[in-house]
C-alpha cells in the first residue's frame, strides 16, 4: 500500500531564511512524487514533481524539491522565504507500476513566514 | 472550460437528506479522483477512475457514498441519508493517465 507522512504539522521560518517542509514515502514499484500548495479558502495548486531524471526538481514560485531514492524522502525547499509562502502544504505520490494507481496525499504541514 | 469546475460550490442540507455534488474534469484528462478534506485538515481519497477501468473505490467511508463518471467525463458523487460528520468541502481533480492531478475549487458541504 502506498503512503505519505509529512512529519510536520506546522513550520516556522524567518522571512529571507531557507525553508524545508519534510516528506517521506512508502510505494511499490517508482515513486511519482508532487507538492501542492494551498492557500486560505483556495484550491490544491500543483507546485512541481518528480516522475524520472535528475533528483533536484524545480518548480512554481522558486520552489524545488530533491527527491531521495534511499531515503524515501521528497522534501520542499526554497532558499530564501517570503510571508506570501505562508500556506497549507501536501506532498502526495502514486505507484508508477500501474496507471491503476491512485494520488495518495499527506497530511499538510502549515508553512508560516514571520516577517 | 480550462479547469475543473465543480458545483454547486456551496451546498447546505438537512440530515437525512440525499445530495449530488457534480464534477467537470478537464477535457481529455482520462483521470478522475474524489477527495474529502475536513476544516484544515489533510486529503482523504475517496474513489479514483481511470479510463474505462473499474473505478477504485477503496477511500468510500460507508455505502451511502458513491460515485459515477457518465462518458468518461463528467462525474457525480452522491451522498445519501446525509450525516453531520459528512459535513467537509469535497474536491474534485482530473489528469492524465499518470501525470500530476489538477484540482477544481471544491464543494462545501454543511448538513445541519
Known amino acids: 500500500a502506498q503512503s505519505v507522512a509529512q512529519p510536520e504539522d506546522q513550520v516556522n521560518v524567518a522571512e529571507g531564511n531557507p525553508l524545508t517542509v519534510k516528506c517521506t514515502y512508502s510505494v511499490s514499484g517508482n515513486p511519482y512524487l508532487f507538492w501542492y500548495v494551498q492557500y486560505p479558502n483556495r484550491g490544491l495548486q500543483f507546485l512541481l514533481k518528480?516522475?524520472?531524471?535528475?533528483?533536484l526538481v524545480k518548480g512554481s514560485y522558486g520552489f524545488e524539491a530533491e527527491f531521495n531514492k534511499s531515503q524515501t524522502s521528497f522534501h520542499l525547499k526554497k532558499p530564501s522565504a517570503l510571508v506570501s509562502d505562508s500556506a497549507l502544504y501536501f506532498c502526495?505520490?502514486?505507484?508508477?507500476?500501474?496507471?491503476?494507481?491512485?494520488?495518495?496525499f499527506g497530511s499538510g504541514t502549515r508553512l508560516s513566514i514571520r516577517p | 472550460g480550462a479547469g475543473v469546475s465543480q458545483s454547486p460550490s456551496n451546498k447546505v442540507t438537512e440530515k437525512g437528506k440525499d445530495v449530488e455534488l457534480r464534477c467537470d474534469p478537464i477535457?481529455?484528462?482520462?483521470?478522475l479522483y474524489w477527495y474529502r478534506q475536513s476544516l484544515g485538515q489533510g486529503l482523504e481519497f475517496l474513489i479514483y477512475f481511470q479510463g474505462n477501468s473499474a473505478p477504485d473505490k477503496s477511500g468510500l467511508p460507508s455505502d451511502r457514498f458513491s460515485a459515477e463518471r457518465t462518458g468518461g467525463s463528467v462525474s457525480t458523487l452522491t451522498i445519501q441519508r446525509t450525516q453531520q460528520e459528512d459535513s467537509a468541502v469535497y474536491l474534485c481533480a482530473s489528469s492524465l493517465r499518470i501525470t500530476e492531478a489538477f484540482f477544481g475549487q471544491g464543494t462545501r458541504l454543511t448538513v445541519v
Open positions: 477535457s481529455g484528462h482520462t483521470a
Open positions: 502526495a505520490v502514486r505507484s508508477g507500476y500501474s496507471s491503476a494507481s491512485k494520488i495518495i
Open positions: 518528480y516522475i524520472t531524471g535528475d533528483n
